[in-house]
Structure formats: structure tokens, C-alpha cells
């Protein structure tokens, strides 16, 4: 299930940073900063999560930085913004309830310009990337299982470059150099990863 952050707004695109916005490199694509709807992206989920094979009930919470920010000081301890935090659900209710992820539409918006793809393909990356992690894959720990899995999903999915192809290719966009970001998330009972 797909929640929306009631920050987000109709006018989102609008409050965005003048900075983000100029990322894009033509005027004409930032047309793609829209809010998918809610429908599409929670169709994507279902599709996603059979893909993966994860079974049970996911809620997405799309969000602004600010709200990320918060999230990410409480359960990580690091008092910044991020793309995406995910939350799995605790082992004792782990046959309904899988967890939670929460996107911050902001960051999203911003690696969607640099990527050069619409802002509803930069959210089902992020939706991708969580379920594998909910799914209990850690690129962080593994031996490249989760790069590989999330490799072969995004191609089942039709989805570009995900987050971690990204970082391991030190890809920003098509030409452009990216900053390594900082490691993304160990999950834990009920505390967020990224």
C-alpha cells in the first residue's frame, strides 16, 4: 500500500529547490517531476513485491527530505536525508506484515534529473531496491547476491540503473561522475535501512 506524505501536495514540483529543478538538462524534462498516481505505483508494488517473492503486506510512505531526515536520525542515527529507509517487520509478524519502506520524493526527484528518467522510474528503482531488502538481501554484507538479483529483477521490471549499480559504477547519469554515497542499510527488527 502506498502512502502520501500530505507535504506532498498537487504543487509539489513547484516547492521543489530551484537547484534539483535545474538538474534537469532541458526545460522540457522536468515535465516527468510529477507525483506518479497512486493507482501505478501501487500496482508497480504488487508486480515487485510477486517478482521478488515476497509475500505479505508492505506499506510505502512517499515523503519530503525533512521527513526522511527525521526518520533517519531516529533509527540510524544520522541526521540526513536519504533516498530510502526500510523497515522489516518484526519475526514475530513476519507471515502478514513484511514491513515498511519510506521514499523521500525529494531525493528521488533530484537522482531522477541526474539519471534522466521520469521521477515514477526513480520511485520504482527505490521500491525495488527496499523489497529485495526486505526481502532479507544486504549488498552491504552479501557477496554481490542482492547486486546480482536486483540486476536481473530490474530487467524483468524494464527499470534503468538501480542504486547500486550505481555506486559500484560510479555512474551519476549517462556521462556524468557520481560521489559514492554512504553505505545504505543493515536491517534490523523494526529499525530502517537504507
Given at each position: 500500500?502506498?502512502?502520501?506524505?500530505?507535504?506532498?501536495?498537487?504543487?509539489?514540483?513547484?516547492?521543489?529547490?530551484?537547484?534539483?529543478?535545474?538538474?534537469?538538462?532541458?526545460?522540457?524534462?522536468?515535465?516527468?517531476?510529477?507525483?506518479p498516481a497512486?493507482?501505478?505505483?501501487?500496482?508497480?508494488?504488487?508486480?515487485?513485491?510477486?517478482?521478488?517473492?515476497?509475500?505479505?503486506?508492505?506499506?510505502?510512505?512517499?515523503?519530503?527530505?525533512?521527513e526522511i531526515?527525521?526518520?533517519?536520525?531516529?533509527?540510524r542515527g544520522?541526521?540526513?536525508?536519504?533516498?530510502?529507509?526500510?523497515?522489516?517487520?518484526?519475526?514475530?509478524?513476519?507471515?502478514?506484515?513484511?514491513?515498511?519502506?519510506?521514499?523521500?520524493?525529494?531525493?528521488?526527484?533530484?537522482?531522477?534529473?541526474?539519471?534522466?528518467?521520469?521521477?515514477?522510474?526513480?520511485?520504482?528503482?527505490?521500491?525495488?531496491?527496499?523489497?529485495?531488502?526486505?526481502?532479507?538481501?544486504?549488498?552491504?554484507?552479501?557477496?554481490?547476491?542482492?547486486?546480482?538479483?536486483?540486476?536481473?529483477?530490474?530487467?524483468?521490471?524494464?527499470?534503468?540503473?538501480?542504486?547500486?549499480?550505481?555506486?559500484?559504477?560510479?555512474?551519476?547519469?549517462?556521462?556524468?561522475?557520481?560521489?559514492?554515497?554512504?553505505?545504505?542499510?543493515?536491517?534490523?527488527?523494526?529499525?530502517?535501512?537504507?
Amino acid at each position: 500500500m502506498i502512502l502520501l506524505d500530505p507535504a506532498l501536495g498537487p504543487d509539489f514540483a513547484l516547492r521543489v529547490p530551484l537547484a534539483t529543478r535545474k538538474l534537469a538538462s532541458h526545460p522540457g524534462s522536468f515535465r516527468g517531476s510529477r507525483l506518479p498516481a497512486l493507482r501505478t505505483l501501487n500496482r508497480f508494488l504488487s508486480v515487485a513485491q510477486a517478482a521478488v517473492r515476497l509475500r505479505g503486506q508492505v506499506t510505502v510512505l512517499l515523503t519530503t527530505d525533512a521527513e526522511i531526515r527525521k526518520l533517519n536520525r531516529q533509527f540510524r542515527g544520522k541526521n540526513k536525508a536519504t533516498d530510502i529507509l526500510s523497515f522489516p517487520a518484526d519475526t514475530l509478524v513476519q507471515s502478514e506484515d513484511k514491513g515498511d519502506l519510506a521514499i523521500s520524493v525529494t531525493t528521488a526527484l533530484r537522482q531522477a534529473a541526474e539519471q534522466g528518467h521520469p521521477l515514477a522510474t526513480e520511485i520504482k528503482v527505490l521500491i525495488l531496491h527496499g523489497l529485495l531488502h526486505l526481502a532479507g538481501y544486504d549488498h552491504e554484507t552479501d557477496q554481490g547476491q542482492m547486486a546480482r538479483r536486483e540486476q536481473r529483477l530490474r530487467a524483468q521490471l524494464r527499470l534503468p540503473q538501480g542504486l547500486i549499480e550505481r555506486v559500484a559504477t560510479g555512474k551519476k547519469g549517462p556521462d556524468k561522475a557520481r560521489q559514492p554515497q554512504p553505505s545504505e542499510f543493515k536491517p534490523r527488527a523494526r529499525r530502517p535501512a537504507r
